[in-house]
Nanobody, 117 residues
Framework: QVQLVESGGGLVQAGGSLRLSCDFSGSISGINFMGWHRQAPGKERELVAGMTSGGNTNYLDSVKGRFTISRDNAKSTLYLQMNSLKPEDTAVYYC???????????WGPGTQVTVSS
């Protein structure tokens, strides 16, 4: 049974930083993509940062230069370092892992990030 669990969310003032973690439990073979998505109230879920199995990364334009996605293979953990946070970054952040050429798609339950002005 594969489970993804996010942690590290919370309330922070604008300009502050948070680091989100996503821990994998269970065995996931053939990972081809890992990413962080977010969904703000009344808005659609959007991809914030992604990483392929080859290490290539991509970011939502509005977070480039502020957010960094990384992975610790030894700990089976995915991270999202978020700096210079803005109120518009407020959302529930979800960890996503796709495997076996996207035939398997796993999601965490989400963690709330709230940035106050």
């Amino acid at each position: 049974q594969v489970q993804l669990v996010e942690s590290g969310g919370g309330l922070v003032q604008a300009g502050g930083s948070l680091r989100l973690s996503c821990d994998f439990s269970g065995s996931i073979s053939g990972i081809n993509f890992m990413g962080w998505h977010r969904q703000a109230p009344g808005k659609e879920r959007e991809l914030v940062a992604g990483m392929t199995s080859g290490g290539n990364t991509n970011y939502l334009d509005s977070v480039k230069g502020r957010f960094t996605i990384s992975r610790d293979n030894a700990k089976s953990t995915l991270y999202l370092q978020m700096n210079s946070l803005k109120p518009e970054d407020t959302a529930v952040y979800y960890c996503n892992v796709r495997a076996m050429f996207n035939r398997l798609n796993y999601w965490g339950p989400g963690t709330q990030v709230t940035v106050s002005s």
